[in-house]
């Protein structure tokens, strides 16, 4: 499997759409206007995938100085549902991008495309075809055989338009009749011969009600709304440039001037240990594998951002995979390398324990209360600094300390000396442990003279631990998330389920983390860096007096580690 890199050669120069657009603009095509669509069907909610075509489609209308539309691809009303329709806008709108007007919807061009099926009967270019599915499949051909001209392909045009009329009345059950081009039933290209244009189907849509009992095919929608719409470039993924000929073939019908919408395909996006499939995504939500659409473990953007994804961390990755037209697989450690790059610089430090293990400082004053001063952000000292409450009893990260330690161990054992971040040099005298011989308090003597956590005499200590005030520290539930699949392509196995490649311990849930009492008025949303455990964000469910975290992810860069 071809693991791609960022590269930066390639940011520089022009992907090869935005040479299209050049040259067009070169050459006077459309009068030089630029005007792209996102096309996303409501079905789902939108993924990392769709968000890479969102910035591509808006991002071209913005270096053109063009426009880009939203247009809802509402031709199968059986999956289709308003809440996509609202979750899709929401999100495009927090990745940053603003569409042009108002949002546009196939279904508002039914009738535009009913009467361009008319139009089309009347040429003797569609016909009224009876054939049953496995006599379609039969007659089809296969994609090195010729097929065979359907029975009903002769149709007097009088016939057809009946016909088509009392489809669209409803006098007929679903499946009864299709309308199809009539275009070449030897034609090397399956797409070419004779498609179907209209089925029925009695279905409720979310905006046209019963209006319609037949529906048009994504095939027959799509290009011709790109027509109405005046769309220049018409930007897919691979798996349609297969259609293009076709897509041409309609817009040629349509076209009474010398503007068409030109189909441009590129690779879509593949994260590894990530599916991008809608409906594997809906079987995950359906069957409760995750708590919804927007389970911060889930590649959906509104997981993502749930998770503490920013918006232009995923614009920036986006920008960084570029434009390919060879499918690959990116690594998804590149899309954690951006949010942690752009957290680095945002968000604020502080002090946090998961695992909270008692520490007490015997020489330290009973009932004394002190305030340090911490930094808030080392990357940006405008963010200032903040205090952070310290006294005698403290809270450390248990894995911090070993009775025994080997030498390598930079952190706190019996005997051994640690700074404690902003605060003092603390050296550990002895332990105290219950009768199953855990260890419960952790007993050391601090330095008065390191008060800020600075050597008084040139001294190195072990290492720099994190730590809070047990007394003032703020009890916090903590969910720490892993990938969601144990393998890097859990689609590609035909053989097995992709659900059985779930990772069983993709969230832990933590409810005794203690954080320093700086996160007391969080909103949802909010996000910080924990000192030494990664960058976390307030959820959505967090309230004041029950406060909830979620790791976005750790401090570790395996990207930059990798590739630098
Ligand atoms: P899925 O295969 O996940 O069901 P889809 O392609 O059917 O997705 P649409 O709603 O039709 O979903 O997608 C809207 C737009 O987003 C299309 O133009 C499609 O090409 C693009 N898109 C979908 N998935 C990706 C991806 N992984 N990478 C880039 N673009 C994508
Ligand atoms: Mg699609």
């Known amino acids: 499997m071809e693991i791609k890199s960022e590269?930066?050669?390639?940011?520089?120069?022009?992907?090869?759409?935005?040479?299209?657009?050049?040259?067009?603009?070169?050459?006077?095509?459309?009068?030089?206007?630029?005007?792209?669509?996102?096309?996303?069907?409501?079905?789902?909610?939108?993924?990392?995938?769709?968000?890479?075509?969102?910035?591509?489609?808006?991002?071209?209308?913005?270096?053109?100085?063009?426009?880009?539309?939203?247009?809802?691809?509402?031709?199968?009303?059986?999956k289709e549902d308003i809440e996509y329709v609202d979750s899709i806008k929401e999100d495009i709108e927090w990745l940053g991008f603003k569409w042009e007007g108002e949002p546009k919807f196939t279904s508002d061009y039914f009738d535009k495309l009913y009467d361009f099926a008319v139009t089309l009967i009347k040429k003797g270019k569609a016909y009224v075809?009876?054939?049953?599915?496995?006599?379609?499949?039969?007659?089809?051909?296969?994609?090195?055989?010729?097929?065979?001209?359907?029975?009903?392909?002769?149709?007097?045009?009088?016939?057809?338009?009946?016909?088509?009329?009392?489809?669209?009345?409803?006098?007929?059950?679903?499946?009864?009749?299709?309308?199809?081009?009539?275009?070449?039933?030897?034609?090397?290209?399956?797409?070419?011969?004779?498609?179907?244009?209209?089925?029925?189907?009695?279905?409720?849509?979310?905006?046209?009600?019963?209006?319609?009992?037949?529906?048009?095919?994504?095939?027959?929608?799509?290009?011709?709304?790109?027509?109405?719409?005046?769309?220049?470039?018409?930007?897919?993924?691979?798996?349609?440039?297969?259609h293009r000929p076709l897509y041409d073939w309609f817009t040629d019908q349509l076209a009474t001037t010398e503007y068409k919408p030109r189909q441009i395909e590129f690779a879509r996006l593949n994260l590894n240990y990530t599916i991008m499939s809608k409906r594997k995504l809906l079987e995950l939500v359906e069957d409760k594998h995750v708590t919804g659409w927007?389970?911060?473990?889930?590649?959906?953007?509104?997981?993502?951002?749930?998770?503490?994804?920013?918006?232009?961390?995923?614009?920036?990755?986006?920008?960084?995979?570029?434009?390919?037209?060879r499918d690959g697989i990116i690594d998804v450690a590149l899309l954690e390398h951006s949010i942690r790059e752009d957290l680095n610089l945002k968000a604020d430090r502080i002090?946090?324990?998961?695992?909270?293990?008692?520490?007490?400082?015997?020489?330290?004053?009973e009932g004394k209360d002190e305030i340090l001063e911490a930094v808030n952000n080392p990357e940006d000292e405008s963010k200032g600094i903040r205090e952070v409450p310290f006294c005698k009893v403290l809270y450390i990260e248990k894995e911090d300390f070993m009775e025994n330690p080997p030498k390598k161990f930079f952190r706190l054992g019996i005997n051994s000396e640690v700074r404690?971040?902003?605060?003092?040099?603390?050296?550990?005298?002895?332990?105290?442990?219950?009768?199953?011989?855990?260890?419960?308090?952790?007993?050391?003597?601090?330095?008065p003279e390191s008060k800020g956590g600075k050597s008084p005499d040139g001294r190195k200590v072990k290492g720099t631990l994190h730590w809070v005030s047990a007394k003032h520290a703020v009890k916090t539930e903590v969910r720490l998330y892993d990938r969601l699949f144990t393998v890097e392509n859990p689609g590609g196995d035909k053989e097995k389920d992709f659900k059985e490649f779930l990772n069983k311990d993709s969230l832990k849930v933590n409810e005794s983390a203690m954080l320093e009492p700086y996160v007391k008025n969080v909103k949802p949303g909010q996000q910080f860096q924990f000192e030494r455990l990664g960058y976390f964000c307030v959820d959505k469910d967090s309230k004041t007096d029950n406060l909830i975290f979620n790791r976005t992810v750790t401090l570790r860069d395996s990207w930059t580690k990798n590739n630098n």
């Not at 590269?7 to 005007?35: A, P, Q, R």
């Not at 053109?64 to 059986?78: E, I, Q, V």
């Not at 002090?351 to 004053?365: A, F, T």
């Open 7 to 78: 590269n930066t050669e390639e940011k520089k120069s022009l992907n090869f759409i935005e040479n299209i657009i050049d040259e067009d603009i070169k050459t006077g095509k459309n009068s030089g206007i630029v005007y792209t669509r996102f096309p996303p069907e409501p079905n789902g909610y939108l993924h990392i995938g769709h968000a890479k075509s969102i910035c591509l489609n808006f991002g071209l209308a913005e270096k053109y100085n063009g426009k880009c539309n939203l247009r809802f691809d509402d031709t199968n009303p059986a």
């Open 129 to 242: 075809c009876e054939l049953s599915p496995e006599e379609m499949r039969e007659y089809k051909g296969t994609p090195t055989s010729p097929g065979k001209d359907s029975p009903w392909r002769n149709r007097s045009i009088e016939e057809n338009l009946s016909l088509f009329e009392k489809m669209r009345n409803g006098d007929f059950e679903e499946g009864k009749y299709l309308l199809r081009a009539k275009i070449d039933m030897s034609s090397p290209n399956m797409h070419m011969r004779d498609p179907i244009l209209y089925r029925i189907k009695y279905a409720n849509h979310h905006r046209t009600g019963d209006k319609w009992c037949i529906y048009p095919m994504y095939d027959f929608a799509h290009g011709q709304s790109d027509y109405f719409e005046g769309i220049t470039h018409s930007v897919c993924t691979l798996e349609f440039e297969v």
């Open 294 to 325: 927007d389970d911060p473990r889930m590649p959906t953007v509104s997981g993502l951002r749930r998770r503490g994804y920013t918006a232009e961390s995923i614009r920036n990755f986006s920008e960084k995979v570029g434009v390919a037209k």
């Open 351 to 365: 002090m946090g324990v998961l695992n909270p293990l008692k520490v007490i400082i015997d020489n330290y004053p």
């Open 420 to 447: 404690l971040r902003y605060a003092y040099f603390v050296k550990c005298t002895h332990v105290v442990k219950d009768e199953k011989g855990e260890i419960t308090e952790v007993h050391c003597t601090y330095d």
